[in-house]
């Protein structure tokens, strides 16, 4: 069973590094701007955002927690994801991002995280360059889901979703190219996507896959 400690130890032992990771390799060829501090891909410049990997710490095992979008949301609506969004120009860093997106969409505030490291940098289709910041959160906790954004906030046990065995690999064809994805199903719930990589890529940290 995955402990506090043991993810811990992975995170410490991680080196992000430069390049940034994807679902997909097409979309993982993004390049640093000669001369300027900020992602490309092909003609645009990747949107800096970030998200918060909330690890809840029960005495019989750690969760992740998630939420899923409200359907009338122009960007990803419906879907599962984790708590974070857009870089503001008045945000210290991606931390600071992640924390008050958190605070802002359910409620969590950064009182209640401690944050413990982060995974590399995730490029999403949609054009965002995504900080995976991971924080644990120990239970009693209250939430206050904003109801124009979340649709439902839940838990999921991180050792189901971060074994390598529990993983699909998908594609689908989009503006004419085959692009291909991880899902993982837990329950009713399928996660799919950017939060799966993301998943998919701690998995391999903490599996040293």
């Known amino acids: 069973m995955l402990t506090p400690e043991i ?4 995170l410490d032992n991680f080196e992000p590094g430069a390049k940034p990771v994807s679902n997909d390799n097409a979309l993982a060829g993004a390049k ?9 891909r092909g003609n645009g410049t990747l949107k800096p955002a970030a998200v918060l990997v909330p690890l809840v710490t029960h005495e019989d095992g750690l969760t ?4 899923k979008r409200t359907e009338h949301l122009n960007n990803h609506a419906g ?16 931390r600071h991002t992640a924390l008050r ?18 995974l590399a940098d995730y490029v999403v289709g949609t054009g965002y360059l995504v900080s995976p910041i991971v924080g644990l959160v120990e239970p009693p906790f209250r939430l206050k889901p904003h109801p124009g954004e979340v649709a439902e906030v839940f838990e999921v046990p991180l050792d189901y979703v971060l074994d390598p065995d529990n993983f699909e690999r998908h594609s689908r064809e989009y503006e004419g190219t085959e692009r291909f994805y991880y899902a993982v199903t837990w329950n009713d719930y399928y996660i799919w996507g950017a939060t799966a990589g993301m ?3 701690l998995s391999s940290i903490v599996w040293r896959a």
């Open 79 to 94: 879907q599962i994801s984790f708590p974070g969004g857009r870089v503001d120009e008045a945000d210290r860093d991606a």
């Open 32 to 40: 640093l701007e000669p001369g300027h501090d900020h992602w490309v």
């Open 64 to 67: 992740v927690l998630l939420t």
């Open 199 to 201: 998943l998919r890529h």
């Open 101 to 118: 997106e958190t605070e802002e969409e359910i409620g969590l505030g950064s009182n209640a995280i401690e944050v413990i490291g982060r």
């Open 7 to 10: 993810i811990l130890e992975r």
